[in-house]
């Protein structure tokens, strides 16, 4: 079994941290809160960058798999992820 998540870069440029949801109008309207959040907190910052919006394809895990994420093993996207695309920038 699969299903389709949408995630997108909390800090542009990286994808060390990704915001889920699972819709991708929900996921869009989340990062341009967040945007809007950023330059509430500093109006000078002209200079925030695209957010990377992806599609990801996730299998079910295996319990083996789920023990392995909990202990810091492995990640859930290392595991269950079999498909990424990007499928566009988010700014302003």
């Known amino acids: 079994m699969e299903f ?8 542009p440029g990286s994808d060390h ?3 889920f949801a699972e819709h991708e109008a929900d996921c869009r309207r989340a990062a341009l809160e967040q945007r809007a959040e950023v330059k509430e907190g500093d109006p000078d910052d002209d200079e925030l960058g695209a957010m990377a919006l992806y ?3 996730f299998r079910v895990m295996t ?4 023990v392995a994420i909990l202990n ?3 990640s859930l ?3 269950c992820a079999v498909d990424r ?3 566009g920038l ?3």
């Open 77 to 79: 996207i290392e595991t």
């Open 63 to 66: 319990a083996g798999e789920l």
């Open 85 to 87: 695309k990007l499928v």
């Open 55 to 57: 599609v990801f394809v």
């Open 4 to 11: 389709t998540l949408w995630a997108y870069q909390v800090t």
């Open 90 to 92: 988010i700014a302003d």
């Open 17 to 19: 941290n990704l915001y």
């Open 72 to 74: 810091g093993e492995t």
